[in-house]
């Protein structure tokens, strides 16, 4: 029994040892092969091409971008299902994709799943699914050590780098807690996969830094990728991760593939004009035609951009230079400001005036952006994210195209989706990946994000965070299908739901994770001939018991006041002690301190609900007097929410029902910061900001203004869901349009 203990103990530290340095470490154990590296992509200076036996053909990129979000998980979460992956994969095809990108190396899950799939289609003699992937660089790495030469930079992206060759090779074991999925990957999948793009949207903080620091630094010579004598300390850096990466690959699997380097327009290779040089503070460029392929390197590069139309706004202050300080217009001249100098190429030598100009004569700096980049580089470009949100909220306007940063219905992001390729394909790129498959609960946005409760956002769906919402399928709230529709059929409303009725008057509420639902009923309304107020108790701390501009009296303080007040005229008003704008972003707006003359506790004051908007870079220039804008986001829009209705209007906030108004308001609109657990913004001017109080009761009333006295609120009753949340897959009306796009049906 000794012996075999022993034996046993010995055979037990061996296999340990064999999983440690074989699929934890990456010793290879004389797995490096012999012969020369094969690779089935290739480029050369307009196109990507596939071999797959019968000789290279070009390869457009018809791709989709596959977050790592799920309601009620972070993305770190990686809680994404084998069978979701194939279900998934199934509906990008049948869309007519050809090819999916993800950014970081995921749970195994997706990778068994993606093996099991492109298995199961060519078996059957169809087409797989192609990958492309990245290698992440996380945003603590890139603002902990902004230079890139560090340690925890450079050598981590290069080992983040060899253990996705590992990973999609079907050769590695990763635990928990790296940052990256887990599991054991023991698919190979490398026979569908592209290339990789290597890197994240560069800080150009990061880039200018690591410039400067070695501005007489040597260039990277490597035996696949170099740099060349005019490259810069960062472009010599990604020379560097990236002739590792594919000499790791070369040495053990004898392949290779596509490389590219991620990059966008913050550190694009373009010179501008110097009044937008200083406005814009642009500071930063990468130019991967600085990094020179190696004859040993028989794939090839690709140029890698994320492109959105309503940024950058550089191309708008071209055309008219002397509107810098405010919205751009059009006057139909190019008057073109002296071009800054430096390393980088000067925009004006790769655009005439001419191609500012779409094929029908419109104004279309999106395209023109596409024209820039293509002329540029003597490699392929691809557009690896493009789109646009259907989230209630916005933050940025697109002046030409009016492809906006939210506040798009689905069948408008549809539109916008195909607007956007048909650029893409005009300027002779090599193809494009729309961003993105899923819409992400847990995302945030710059112009929300103060008002919510950040290490929550995963658990409700805030429809006034636009960045949640590029998706192609939408999570709506449900295990099958909402609690309630707002199309006007009010047959899902229940005597249970009733909060008052007063025979001719009535007022009904329910909520789910995306919206509290109201009901409205008004004898004599007659689909809004007369208007109707609901007066609205949020938060204990504040609010006014009359509303000065209607008239209106309460029979307790109220925070908000909706009016209904026919089609185009109907809006939610805050009071404005309660108005987060005003609190969060009055020096912005009007150039002083929100806090030196606070409005009363019950200022008897209701104003406009808005959003700030960036034009410009306001977040940047600090001349916010200058370049503030807002929207009013508490406008409300008619029509039918229903998703099964053939005039369906995901923007759609209320619809008229005989004497009856249905709507939908989304939490934030009421200043929720964390529904889940029924959290609301307390007095910002005790608290110098956005603090938050739990409640359990909201307060509503119904009235039409007339007859004077005090219109009497009732106590509907809150009860958060923590993070049990409820959703269904939709695949939204963009799907159908890119479907058609794709696959010629249209």
């Known amino acids: 029994m000794k012996k075999f203990m022993i034996v046993f103990s010995v055979l037990l530290l061996a296999l340990l040892g064999y999983d440690l340095l074989r699929f934890r470490l990456g010793v290879s154990f004389g797995l490096f092969q012999e012969g020369e590296p094969t690779a089935f992509m290739t480029t050369d200076a307009e196109a990507i091409y596939m071999d797959r036996g019968a000789g290279p053909e070009p390869f457009t990129v018809r791709g989709v971008n596959l977050g790592v979000g799920i309601p009620g998980k972070w993305a770190t979460d990686y809680a994404i299902d084998k069978e979701t992956y194939l279900r998934w994969f199934s509906q990008m095809q049948e869309m007519g994709a050809n090819t999916v990108r993800v950014y970081i190396t995921l749970q195994d899950d997706f990778y068994n799943a993606f093996y099991e799939y492109n298995t199961a289609r060519e078996a059957a003699g169809e087409e797989p699914l192609w990958l492309l992937h990245g290698v992440w660089v996380n945003d603590y790495v890139q603002n902990s050590h902004r230079d890139a030469y560090h340690r925890d930079f450079l050598e981590a992206f290069v080992r983040d780098g060899r253990t996705m060759v590992d990973v999609i090779h079907g050769n590695k074991r990763i635990s928990l807690g790296r940052g990256t999925g887990s599991g054991f990957y023991r698919r190979d999948v490398s026979r569908w996969v592209l290339g990789y793009i290597l890197g994240v949207e560069w800080e150009d903080v990061t880039v200018t830094y690591t410039d400067h620091k070695y501005p007489r630094l040597e260039p990277y010579r490597g035996t ?65 035609e600085h990094i020179v392929t190696e004859p040993a390197f028989v794939s090839g590069q690709f140029a890698s951009y994320h492109v959105y139309p309503y940024y950058p706004d550089y191309l708008n202050y071209i055309l008219h230079p002397a509107e810098l300080d405010r919205s751009p217009v059009w006057d139909g001249k190019a008057v073109l400001s002296r071009v800054e100098t430096g390393p980088g190429t000067p925009i004006s030598a790769v655009l005439e005036q001419d191609d500012y100009y779409g094929p029908e004569g419109g104004v279309n700096t999106y395209l023109a952006y596409l024209r820039a980049l293509r002329r540029h580089h003597t490699m392929p470009v691809v557009i690896s994210e493009f789109g646009v949100s259907t989230g209630r909220g916005m933050a940025q306007r697109d002046q030409n195209t009016r492809r906006n940063q939210g506040h798009m219905s689905e069948q408008e992001q549809g539109q916008a989706l195909e607007e956007c390729w048909e650029d893409i394909m005009t300027a002779g790129c090599a193809g494009g990946c729309v961003f993105t498959w899923q819409d992400e609960w847990f995302k945030r946005t710059w112009n929300t994000m103060h008002a919510v409760d950040l ?15 590029f998706g192609l399928l939408s999570f709506d709230p449900g295990r099958e299908e909402s609690v309630c529709y707002v199309d006007g059929d009010l047959s899902e409303w229940t005597e249970e739901d009733k909060l008052l009725d007063e025979g001719g008057r009535a007022l009904s509420m329910k909520y789910d994770e995306r919206f509290i639902y109201l009901l409205l009923y008004e004898e004599g309304f007659s689909q809004g001939e007369k208007r109707l107020y609901v007066p609205i108790d949020v938060t204990p701390n504040s609010g006014s018991t009359w509303c000065e501009s209607s008239g209106i009296a309460f029979d307790r303080p109220a925070d908000f006041l909706l009016c209904i007040d026919g089609r185009e005229n109907s809006r939610l008003l805050v009071q404005e002690r309660y108005e987060v704008l005003r609190a969060m972003f009055y020096h912005e707006t009007h150039d002083r301190d929100a806090y030196l003359d606070p409005p009363d506790a019950d200022s008897p004051v209701f104003r406009d609900i808005r959003l700030m908007l960036q034009t410009a870079t306001p977040l940047l220039t600090g001349n916010w007097q200058a370049s503030a804008e807002t929207y009013e986001t508490g406008l409300l829009t008619y029509g039918n929410a229903n998703p099964r209705a053939a005039d369906f209007n995901s923007l759609a906030d209320f619809i008229f029902a005989g004497d009856s108004v249905e709507l939908k308001l989304p939490w934030q609109l009421l200043n929720f910061a964390d529904p889940s657990r029924m959290a609301v913004h307390d007095d910002y001017y005790v608290h110098y900001g956005v603090e938050t109080i739990s409640i359990d009761a909201i307060w509503l009333g119904l009235t039409d203004g007339a007859g004077g006295g005090r219109t009497a609120l009732a106590e509907a009753p809150l009860k958060g869901w923590g993070n049990r949340v409820s959703y269904h897959e939709r695949r939204k009306a963009a799907y159908y349009a890119l479907q058609q796009l794709w696959t010629g049906t249209r």
């Open 455 to 469: 290490q929550r956002t995963p658990y409700w769906s805030d429809y006034q965070t636009n960045e949640q919402y």
């Open 224 to 288: 696949y990728l170099s740099a060349s004598d005019d490259a810069t300390a960062f472009e010599a850096m990604l020379a560097q991760a990236g002739d590792r990466i594919i000499a790791y690959e070369t040495r053990r699997y004898k392949q290779q593939r596509l490389v590219a380097f991620s990059n966008w327009p913050t550190t694009d290779p373009f010179l501008y004009p110097e009044d937008i040089t200083t406005f814009f503070m642009k500071c930063a460029q990468v130019d991967v």
